[in-house]
């Protein structure tokens, strides 16, 4: 059986031989009797699992030892309230102000709910018409009082990506939501990092924070227990019953990551299918990416057709061609090609034969 090619932006494809492995451990788990969503989080078998999966993600990240690692929930969206909630008081002076960089959707949301804790200053803004830009260094409007520096490296629903750490002397915070794991990074420039692991990670259910040590264990007074950072790290991320499954799954996808030969390699494989789509709507005058060649992400391919009449035409087509969930963002419109890494690299040689052909037929 050959599955379809799904660029859905989220949840999104899973390795399939991370699939097949869940897939043979389902009824029994090495020996248990028992699916991995029926042990208890306390059993010596989970917390092998949860080990597991931590030393993997710290290996493959090259995670400095005084960075903690959480697995969490509530999304990437729970975080826009936790970054504030915990970091705020964190910095010298407990200043009650925040620099965030706005480059598009989520940006906008991590900023809408960092001003129900603090000032938020906007640092640089790229929402003139339409967010089709990161901007540079230069044009970053830093403040030294600020308590950190938050920003989104990669904008999920525009497609626009920073090709560059930004320098700050506050902690930098980066919702890496559809960008970690797809390439190295390094972890020691900045002060936390979140993600849902639900574009490039695992299953929805799960959020991975790494943390500065430094910056935990000052939260906001009236901070609940399960927002607190310091209370998680000191427990080992089970002060509540953790997302057992989707943090087994996505230990699976790391080591499936290692076997692959690990991030660099990741990264390579990334780059060539982002360059090939790329390389193939540019070549068109029937496709457009809106967005600044510097700016393009890895992860989102979002382009537009000619006429927007033929989209209907344009995505019938692709679903019979196995060519699953192209369609924008609703407030984007268009298309949307979500690339993480577990979109094999035949898939986009699928997708571009695709256009190609829808072209031909309709150009
Ligand atoms: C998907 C996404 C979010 C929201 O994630 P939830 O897990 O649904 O809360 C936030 N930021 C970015 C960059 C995303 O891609």
């Not at 080990?51 to 969206?77: H, I, K, N, T």
């Not at 949301?109 to 830009?133: H, M």
């Not at 700050?168 to 990092?193: E, H, N, Q, Y």
């Not at 660099?264 to 494989?269: K, L, N, Q, T, W």
Request: charged share 20%; glycine share 8%; net charge negative.
């Amino acid at each position: 059986m050959s599955r379809p090619y799904n660029f859905s932006a989220g949840p999104a494809m899973l390795p399939e031989p991370v699939l097949r492995r869940a897939q043979e451990e389902m009824l029994d788990w090495h020996g248990s009797g028992m699916c991995v969503a029926e042990m208890s989080h306390r059993s010596k078998q989970f917390m092998s699992i949860a080990e597991q999966a931590e030393s993997d993600l710290r290996m493959l990240l090259g995670v400095p030892d005084d960075y903690r690692v959480l697995f969490l929930q509530g999304g990437a969206s729970s975080q826009f309230a936790m970054v504030p909630m915990n970091l705020l008081a964190a910095s010298k002076g407990s200043s009650a102000m925040a620099d965030y960089l706005n480059t598009g959707s989520w940006s906008k949301k991590a900023i809408a709910e960092a001003r129900k804790f603090c000032d938020v200053k906007v640092a640089a803004t790229a929402e003139d018409g339409r967010f089709i830009r990161a901007p540079t260094q230069a044009e970053l409007n830093l403040s030294a009082n600020a308590a950190y520096l938050h920003y989104t490296p990669n904008e999920t629903i525009e497609g626009v990506e920073f090709s560059y750490v930004p320098e700050a002397t506050v902690p930098l915070v980066a919702d890496m939501s559809s960008t970690l794991l797809s390439r190295p990074i390094d972890v020691s420039r900045f002060g936390l990092i979140y993600a849902g692991a639900q574009k490039n990670i695992g299953p929805a259910g799960l959020t991975i924070v790494i943390v500065r040590d430094d910056l935990i264990g000052q939260p906001r007074n009236g901070t609940p227990a399960m927002f607190d950072y310091k209370i998680h790290a000191d427990n080992d991320s089970m002060y509540n019953t953790p997302p057992t499954y989707a943090w087994y799954l996505a230990g699976l996808v790391f080591q499936w990551l290692k076997d692959l030969g690990g991030l660099a390699v990741m990264a390579e494989i990334n780059q060539r299918k982002a360059d090939k789509l790329y390389a193939a709507i540019d070549a068109s005058d029937f496709y457009t990416n809106p967005v600044e060649v510097a700016s393009r992400s890895w992860m989102n391919v979002p382009f537009t057709l000619a006429d927007a009449a033929l989209d209907e035409d344009f995505l019938g087509g692709a679903k019979s061609a196995g060519l699953l969930t192209l369609k924008g963002h609703r407030s984007v419109g268009g298309m949307r090609a979500s690339i993480y890494n577990a979109m094999p690299e035949a898939g986009i040689d699928a997708l571009i034969a695709y256009m190609a052909e829808f072209e031909r037929t309709h150009g």
